[in-house]
């Protein structure tokens, strides 16, 4: 099963951005899908998880700017991500998580959208 990350982009600090998870099939109602995020010489970071039943859960960094959440009916998963801060620049990822207490990913990953908050 593919997902494909979009809509990212250049924004100013404190703007948003929501990007998309898209998927190939009908899956976000059997898995639980998280968002990471990587920047160069940095190892890829979860940022943002939802259950099925839609639990959510948030790095700690992005807690109250971000909310996730999901569209079954249009098989996509959202991050709507509010008052961009420069430290959120990174390319973004969704991914199925096999692990919900680690947030451990699939070790599939697709193309992911580029994120970047000028000052």
């Known amino acids: 099963v593919q997902l494909q990350a979009s809509g990212g982009g250049l924004v100013q600090a404190g703007g948003s951005l929501r990007l998309s998870c898209a998927a190939s099939g009908s899956i976000f109602s059997v898995n639980n899908i998280g968002w990471y995020r990587q920047t160069p010489g940095k190892q890829r970071e979860w940022v943002a998880a939802v259950t099925t039943v839609g639990i959510t859960d948030y790095v700690d960094s992005v807690k109250g700017r971000f909310t996730i959440y999901g569209d079954n009916a249009k098989n996509t998963v959202y991050l709507q991500m509010n008052s961009l801060k420069p430290e959120d620049t990174a390319v973004y990822y969704c991914?199925?998580?096999?692990?919900?207490?680690?947030?451990?990913?699939?070790?599939?990953w697709g193309q992911g959208t580029q994120v970047t908050v000028s000052s």
């Open positions: 991914n199925i998580i096999f692990a919900w207490r680690s947030k451990r990913p699939r070790d599939y």
